[in-house]
């Protein structure tokens, strides 16, 4: 069981091959046809993939997003017919998945707070402070990591604003 986020954001597990989306009908963000067709296409990587949408009423985001999965479906078969390609599931160990994943985890992080370096106005207190946390959070989550160095050079970078511009 997987929640909704985790096949929205990129999560890459080709192994899923059945997705029950709960209430499909209601208005949302997450109900968007974009949304659909994005959770659809995870259950399309996997060769024997099915998506079932529970709903009182086939909403227009449903309409569109059945649609669009319909025509890729054609164009996808079409190709496949034409190069005699087999379509078969991806086959990868989940060591592999999750080392990708908690490496673009870190470096997402690692962009997000350098482009919060960069921006933070260190004269506005509310920006210094969500710096300021933002550091406290990468030097603690580092020092989980075992990344001592790391830690206490994000130590020194706080104990420097601090001493600049106050806490």
Same mark, same amino acid.
């Given at each position: #069981?997987?929640?909704?986020?985790? %096949?929205?954001?990129?999560?890459?597990?080709?192994e899923?091959?059945?997705?029950?989306? %709960?209430d499909?009908?209601?208005?949302?963000? %997450?109900?968007?046809?974009?949304?659909?067709? $994005?959770?659809?296409?995870?259950?399309?990587?996997?060769?024997?993939?099915?998506?079932?949408?529970?709903?009182?009423?086939?909403?227009? &985001?449903? +309409?569109?997003?059945?649609?669009?999965? +319909?025509r890729?479906?054609?164009? $996808?078969?079409?190709y496949?017919?034409?190069? @005699?390609?087999?379509?078969?599931?991806?086959?990868?160990?989940?060591?592999?998945?999750?080392?990708? $994943?908690?490496?673009?985890?870190?470096?997402?992080?690692?962009?997000?707070?350098?482009? #919060?370096?960069?921006?933070? @106005? #260190?004269?506005?207190? &509310?920006?210094?402070?969500?710096?300021?946390?933002?550091?406290? +959070?990468?030097?603690?989550?580092?020092?989980?990591? #075992?990344?001592?160095?790391?830690? &206490?050079?994000?130590?020194?970078?706080?104990?420097?604003?601090?001493?600049?511009?106050?806490?």
């Amino acid at each position: #069981l997987i929640g909704i986020n985790l %096949l929205r954001e990129g999560i890459d597990l080709p192994e899923v091959s059945y997705i029950a989306i %709960l209430d499909a009908d209601k208005i949302g963000f %997450l109900r968007s046809a974009t949304s659909l067709i $994005q959770i659809i296409g995870r259950a399309a990587r996997n060769a024997g993939g099915t998506v079932v949408m529970y709903a009182d009423r086939m909403s227009d &985001a449903m +309409k569109e997003a059945v649609t669009e999965t +319909k025509r890729r479906r054609e164009l $996808q078969e079409a190709y496949n017919k034409e190069h @005699n390609i087999t379509p078969k599931t991806i086959a990868k160990a989940v060591e592999d998945i999750l080392v990708r $994943q908690e490496t673009d985890a870190k470096e997402d992080a690692a962009v997000e707070l350098e482009t #919060l370096k960069k921006s933070a @106005n #260190l004269f506005v207190p &509310a920006q210094r402070h969500k710096l300021l946390a933002a550091l406290r +959070k990468e030097m603690s989550e580092a020092a989980d990591r #075992l990344e001592y160095e790391r830690a &206490a050079a994000i130590r020194d970078q706080i104990i420097e604003i601090e001493k600049t511009h106050g806490a």
